[in-house]
Protein backbone atom coordinates (compact mmCIF):
# COMPACT_ATOMS: atom_id res chain seq x y z
CA UNK A 1 0.00 0.00 0.00
CA UNK A 2 1.20 3.59 -0.33
CA UNK A 3 -0.89 6.11 1.61
CA UNK A 4 -0.20 9.77 0.43
CA UNK A 5 -2.35 13.08 0.92
CA UNK A 6 -4.89 14.64 -1.63
CA UNK A 7 -6.03 17.98 -1.62
CA UNK A 8 -8.13 20.14 -3.40
CA UNK A 9 -10.79 22.69 -3.84
CA UNK A 10 -13.72 23.20 -5.73
CA UNK A 11 -16.92 25.68 -5.18
CA UNK A 12 -15.09 27.04 -1.87
CA UNK A 13 -15.15 23.27 -0.22
CA UNK A 14 -12.02 22.30 0.57
CA UNK A 15 -10.77 18.87 0.69
CA UNK A 16 -8.18 16.35 2.26
CA UNK A 17 -8.63 12.88 2.43
CA UNK A 18 -5.67 9.80 2.05
CA UNK A 19 -5.40 8.08 -1.12
CA UNK A 20 -4.94 4.24 -0.67
CA UNK A 21 -2.82 2.47 -3.26
CA UNK A 22 -2.65 -0.99 -3.71
CA UNK A 23 -0.59 -2.51 -6.34
CA UNK A 24 -1.45 -6.69 -7.12
CA UNK A 25 1.95 -9.00 -8.05
CA UNK A 26 -0.28 -10.06 -11.04
CA UNK A 27 -2.89 -8.02 -13.18
CA UNK A 28 -6.06 -9.79 -12.73
CA UNK A 29 -8.42 -7.65 -14.70
CA UNK A 30 -11.28 -5.33 -13.88
CA UNK A 31 -13.24 -7.34 -11.70
CA UNK A 32 -10.80 -7.68 -9.48
CA UNK A 33 -9.18 -4.62 -8.85
CA UNK A 34 -13.10 -3.40 -8.12
CA UNK A 35 -13.51 -5.68 -5.66
CA UNK A 36 -10.41 -5.37 -3.77
CA UNK A 37 -10.58 -1.60 -3.48
CA UNK A 38 -14.27 -2.01 -2.35
CA UNK A 39 -13.50 -4.52 0.49
CA UNK A 40 -10.50 -2.26 1.50
CA UNK A 41 -12.51 0.64 1.71
CA UNK A 42 -15.12 -1.42 3.54
CA UNK A 43 -12.57 -2.01 6.67
CA UNK A 44 -12.12 1.79 6.73
CA UNK A 45 -16.00 2.20 7.11
CA UNK A 46 -16.60 3.62 3.78
CA UNK A 47 -20.14 2.12 2.64
CA UNK A 48 -20.68 4.13 -0.88
CA UNK A 49 -18.34 3.74 -3.33
CA UNK A 50 -17.39 4.88 -7.34
CA UNK A 51 -15.42 2.68 -9.41
CA UNK A 52 -13.37 4.28 -12.02
CA UNK A 53 -11.51 3.02 -14.98
CA UNK A 54 -8.06 4.46 -15.28
CA UNK A 55 -8.56 6.97 -17.94
CA UNK A 56 -11.84 8.70 -16.56
CA UNK A 57 -12.08 11.89 -15.41
CA UNK A 58 -14.50 12.68 -12.89
CA UNK A 59 -14.89 16.51 -11.55
CA UNK A 60 -16.03 16.58 -7.99
CA UNK A 61 -18.87 18.46 -9.14
CA UNK A 62 -20.01 14.77 -10.55
CA UNK A 63 -18.87 12.75 -7.96
CA UNK A 64 -20.98 14.85 -5.34
CA UNK A 65 -23.94 14.34 -7.20
CA UNK A 66 -23.38 10.57 -8.02
CA UNK A 67 -22.77 10.19 -4.34
CA UNK A 68 -25.61 12.10 -3.69
CA UNK A 69 -28.28 10.10 -6.01
CA UNK A 70 -27.01 7.66 -4.64
CA UNK A 71 -28.21 8.03 -1.38
CA UNK A 72 -31.35 8.95 -2.22
CA UNK A 73 -31.70 6.29 -4.50
CA UNK A 74 -29.67 3.12 -3.34
CA UNK A 75 -28.02 0.67 -5.75
CA UNK A 76 -26.14 1.66 -8.55
CA UNK A 77 -25.92 5.38 -10.37
CA UNK A 78 -24.43 6.41 -13.43
CA UNK A 79 -23.71 9.62 -15.13
CA UNK A 80 -23.66 10.41 -18.72
CA UNK A 81 -20.45 9.05 -20.44
CA UNK A 82 -18.48 11.32 -23.04
CA UNK A 83 -15.66 10.34 -25.35
CA UNK A 84 -12.93 12.50 -24.88
CA UNK A 85 -11.30 11.70 -28.73
CA UNK A 86 -14.74 12.34 -30.72
CA UNK A 87 -16.19 14.59 -27.53
CA UNK A 88 -19.35 12.68 -28.21
CA UNK A 89 -21.86 10.77 -25.49
CA UNK A 90 -20.81 6.92 -25.72
CA UNK A 91 -23.12 6.35 -22.53
CA UNK A 92 -26.59 6.77 -21.47
CA UNK A 93 -27.27 3.64 -19.61
CA UNK A 94 -27.20 0.11 -21.30
CA UNK A 95 -30.01 -1.76 -22.80
CA UNK A 96 -30.03 -6.00 -23.30
CA UNK A 97 -32.03 -6.98 -26.26
CA UNK A 98 -33.07 -10.70 -25.73
CA UNK A 99 -34.73 -11.20 -28.82
CA UNK A 100 -31.66 -9.71 -30.80
CA UNK A 101 -28.65 -10.60 -28.67
CA UNK A 102 -27.90 -6.44 -28.85
CA UNK A 103 -26.31 -5.68 -25.48
CA UNK A 104 -26.18 -1.78 -26.50
CA UNK A 105 -25.37 1.82 -24.97
CA UNK A 106 -27.91 4.33 -25.34
CA UNK A 107 -26.35 7.21 -27.21
CA UNK A 108 -28.93 9.57 -28.43
CA UNK A 109 -31.16 9.46 -25.25
CA UNK A 110 -31.05 8.10 -21.41
CA UNK A 111 -32.05 4.79 -21.57
CA UNK A 112 -35.31 4.03 -19.91
CA UNK A 113 -35.41 1.03 -16.80
CA UNK A 114 -31.84 0.66 -17.89
CA UNK A 115 -30.40 -3.28 -17.34
CA UNK A 116 -26.76 -2.28 -17.17
CA UNK A 117 -24.57 1.04 -17.19
CA UNK A 118 -20.84 1.08 -18.41
CA UNK A 119 -18.96 0.14 -15.57
CA UNK A 120 -16.02 3.02 -16.50
CA UNK A 121 -17.50 5.12 -13.73
CA UNK A 122 -20.30 3.78 -11.59
CA UNK A 123 -21.64 4.50 -8.39
CA UNK A 124 -22.53 1.52 -5.96
CA UNK A 125 -23.38 1.66 -2.18
CA UNK A 126 -22.08 -1.50 0.07
CA UNK A 127 -25.41 -3.30 0.15
CA UNK A 128 -25.90 -3.62 -3.40
CA UNK A 129 -22.15 -4.63 -3.88
CA UNK A 130 -22.48 -7.60 -1.19
CA UNK A 131 -25.73 -8.96 -2.11
CA UNK A 132 -24.96 -8.61 -5.65
CA UNK A 133 -21.55 -10.81 -4.42
CA UNK A 134 -19.28 -8.16 -6.05
CA UNK A 135 -18.20 -8.18 -10.03
CA UNK A 136 -17.20 -11.45 -11.60
CA UNK A 137 -13.72 -11.51 -12.22
CA UNK A 138 -13.25 -14.31 -14.74
CA UNK A 139 -14.44 -12.02 -17.46
CA UNK A 140 -10.81 -9.96 -16.97
CA UNK A 141 -12.28 -7.16 -18.55
CA UNK A 142 -15.77 -6.09 -20.70
CA UNK A 143 -19.19 -7.41 -19.91
CA UNK A 144 -17.92 -7.83 -15.95
CA UNK A 145 -20.20 -4.27 -15.62
CA UNK A 146 -23.13 -6.11 -18.23
CA UNK A 147 -22.74 -9.29 -15.35
CA UNK A 148 -23.08 -7.26 -12.44
CA UNK A 149 -25.52 -4.80 -12.72
CA UNK A 150 -28.43 -7.80 -14.48
CA UNK A 151 -27.85 -9.71 -11.50
CA UNK A 152 -28.36 -6.42 -9.36
CA UNK A 153 -31.52 -5.48 -11.24
CA UNK A 154 -32.34 -8.98 -10.49
CA UNK A 155 -32.49 -8.82 -7.02
CA UNK A 156 -34.47 -5.30 -7.22
CA UNK A 157 -31.70 -2.87 -6.92
CA UNK A 158 -32.15 0.55 -9.23
CA UNK A 159 -29.95 1.76 -11.83
CA UNK A 160 -30.08 5.16 -12.35
CA UNK A 161 -28.79 7.95 -14.36
CA UNK A 162 -27.92 10.90 -13.15
CA UNK A 163 -27.76 14.43 -15.34
CA UNK A 164 -23.51 15.34 -15.43
CA UNK A 165 -20.74 13.83 -17.46
CA UNK A 166 -17.97 12.31 -17.07
CA UNK A 167 -15.31 11.64 -19.80
CA UNK A 168 -13.80 9.11 -20.96
CA UNK A 169 -11.62 7.52 -24.21
CA UNK A 170 -12.86 3.69 -24.84
CA UNK A 171 -11.83 1.69 -27.08
CA UNK A 172 -14.03 -1.78 -26.46
CA UNK A 173 -13.32 -5.07 -26.38
CA UNK A 174 -11.36 -7.35 -29.07
CA UNK A 175 -13.79 -9.30 -31.19
CA UNK A 176 -12.85 -12.18 -29.72
CA UNK A 177 -13.51 -10.66 -26.07
CA UNK A 178 -17.10 -9.51 -26.84
CA UNK A 179 -18.10 -12.64 -27.90
CA UNK A 180 -16.46 -14.72 -25.47
CA UNK A 181 -17.72 -12.83 -22.42
CA UNK A 182 -21.26 -11.84 -23.39
CA UNK A 183 -21.92 -15.56 -24.02
CA UNK A 184 -20.11 -16.14 -20.53
CA UNK A 185 -22.62 -12.97 -19.40
CA UNK A 186 -25.81 -14.82 -20.16
CA UNK A 187 -24.91 -18.98 -19.91
CA UNK A 188 -23.47 -17.99 -16.28
CA UNK A 189 -27.19 -15.95 -16.05
CA UNK A 190 -29.36 -19.35 -16.91
CA UNK A 191 -30.60 -17.27 -19.89
CA UNK A 192 -31.19 -19.26 -22.63
CA UNK A 193 -32.47 -17.27 -25.50
CA UNK A 194 -30.09 -14.99 -24.92
CA UNK A 195 -27.09 -17.09 -25.19
CA UNK A 196 -29.14 -18.66 -29.02
CA UNK A 197 -29.82 -15.19 -30.01
CA UNK A 198 -26.31 -14.35 -28.98
CA UNK A 199 -24.41 -16.95 -30.35
CA UNK A 200 -26.28 -16.79 -33.83
CA UNK A 201 -25.34 -12.89 -34.05
CA UNK A 202 -21.64 -13.38 -33.17
CA UNK A 203 -21.74 -16.26 -36.16
CA UNK A 204 -23.38 -13.48 -38.19
CA UNK A 205 -20.60 -11.40 -37.20
CA UNK A 206 -17.85 -14.03 -38.10
CA UNK A 207 -19.41 -14.32 -41.80
CA UNK A 208 -19.64 -10.48 -41.82
CA UNK A 209 -15.92 -10.12 -41.63
CA UNK A 210 -14.93 -12.92 -43.63
CA UNK A 211 -16.85 -10.95 -46.22
CA UNK A 212 -14.52 -8.15 -45.58
CA UNK A 213 -11.81 -9.94 -46.35
CA UNK A 214 -11.14 -9.03 -42.05
CA UNK A 215 -9.83 -12.57 -41.56
CA UNK A 216 -7.88 -12.24 -38.29
CA UNK A 217 -11.08 -10.70 -36.63
CA UNK A 218 -13.34 -13.06 -37.58
CA UNK A 219 -11.05 -15.99 -36.70
CA UNK A 220 -11.14 -14.03 -33.27
CA UNK A 221 -14.59 -13.80 -33.16
CA UNK A 222 -15.15 -17.71 -33.81
CA UNK A 223 -12.31 -18.21 -31.08
CA UNK A 224 -14.66 -16.38 -28.62
CA UNK A 225 -17.59 -18.61 -29.43
CA UNK A 226 -16.48 -21.35 -28.86
CA UNK A 227 -14.98 -20.40 -25.48
CA UNK A 228 -17.77 -18.72 -24.39
CA UNK A 229 -19.62 -22.42 -24.77
CA UNK A 230 -16.61 -24.30 -23.58
CA UNK A 231 -16.98 -22.84 -19.70
CA UNK A 232 -18.43 -24.54 -17.33
CA UNK A 233 -20.30 -22.42 -14.47
CA UNK A 234 -22.06 -23.82 -11.09
CA UNK A 235 -18.95 -26.06 -10.47
Known sequence: YMIDRFNCMA?????DFEISVEKLSLNKGFGTGMNNSIKNAKKSGFTKFIVLSQ???LSIESAEKLISKLEAAPGIVFPTMIDRKTNKIFSQGGKINRITGNIYLEREKIAVNPDWADGSCLAIDLDTFEKTIGFREDFFMYFEDVDFCYRAKKNGYLIS???????????GPSPLLRSRNSIWFARSNQDFLLTCTLTIRHFVGVIKYLVKLNVIDAVDRFHGITQGWGKSFGK
Open 11 to 15: KNKNY
Open 55 to 57: DVL
Open 161 to 171: HIDTRTSQTPN
